[in-house]
């Protein structure tokens, strides 16, 4: 129990162009996703904090207007990197929570190249 | 602002060896602390959670401790396989209300050698 999915597991595109990763819990409702950011040989690093039928809350440092976070379902969160530039080449992670005081439930993970 | 610290970054171990992992955070007033297992290009897989009050907790070879007093954490792993070789990582959530996001360690490369 408690699968999370993410789509796509690898994305390869050019600078300036939009892309949206999806991440669904597949068992699950989850009122609440979150979305980090690892770069090579350093920690997930959280970047927002997404709550179904409300807008995300942000970390410190991350742009709001650069990542945009949909939460539109019990089940789906989506984040879309947009207008990418090579900088933003990373590996993205998604989780869910079942509950207020359960643990998070990590997806695959999603590797963005941009060229 | 916490900060989460694992050493050695990265290890490697005969097959069959015991090791332990060392992990390290700067503020106390944690609600829980969790190891993680993460392979390459893959996601996290939960391995053991600690919650504040708890000392230990056990999943068959693996143990792990917890003195929230003194910041540390550890992750024992017994009789090591060439299977455990992953990158382990551990995190803690703050103590709090609403306080979910967790802080997470650059985590210990482990390699077990057949």
């Known amino acids: 129990g408690a699968v999370v999915s993410q789509h796509p597991s690898w994305v390869i595109c050019k600078s300036g162009t939009s892309v949206k990763i999806e991440c669904r819990s597949l068992?699950?409702?989850?009122?609440?996703m979150f979305w980090y950011r690892q770069f090579p040989k350093q920690s997930l690093m959280l970047m927002a904090t997404?709550?179904?039928?409300?807008?995300?809350?942000?970390e410190q440092g991350v742009e709001k207007d650069k990542f945009l976070i949909n939460h539109a379902s019990l089940t789906l969160s989506t984040l879309t990197v947009t207008s990418a530039h090579p900088e933003d080449s990373s590996f993205y992670i998604c989780?869910?929570?079942?509950?207020?005081?359960?643990?998070?439930?990590f997806g695959d993970g999603t590797r963005l190249s941009i060229l | 602002k916490q900060e989460v610290t694992q050493i050695p970054a990265a290890l490697s171990v005969p097959e069959g060896e015991n090791l332990v992992l060392n992990c390290s955070f700067t503020?106390?007033?944690?609600?829980?602390l969790q190891w993680f297992r993460q392979d390459p290009g893959k996601g996290l897989t939960s391995l053991l959670l600690?919650?504040?009050?708890?000392r230990e907790q056990t999943s068959g070879r693996l143990n792990a401790s917890l003195d929230k007093s003194s910041g540390r954490s550890t992750l024992y792993i017994a009789a090591s396989q060439p299977g455990d070789s992953a990158t382990y990582l551990c995190a803690v959530r703050p103590f709090g209300a609403g306080s979910y996001q967790l802080t997470f360690g650059k985590g210990t490369k482990l390699s077990v050698i057949p």
């Open positions: 600690i919650q504040s009050s708890q």
């Open positions: 989780s869910a929570k079942t509950g207020v005081n359960q643990p998070q439930h």
């Open positions: 997404s709550n179904e039928g409300s807008k995300a809350t942000y």
């Open positions: 068992d699950f409702q989850a009122t609440t």
């Open positions: 503020d106390s007033a944690i609600y829980n």
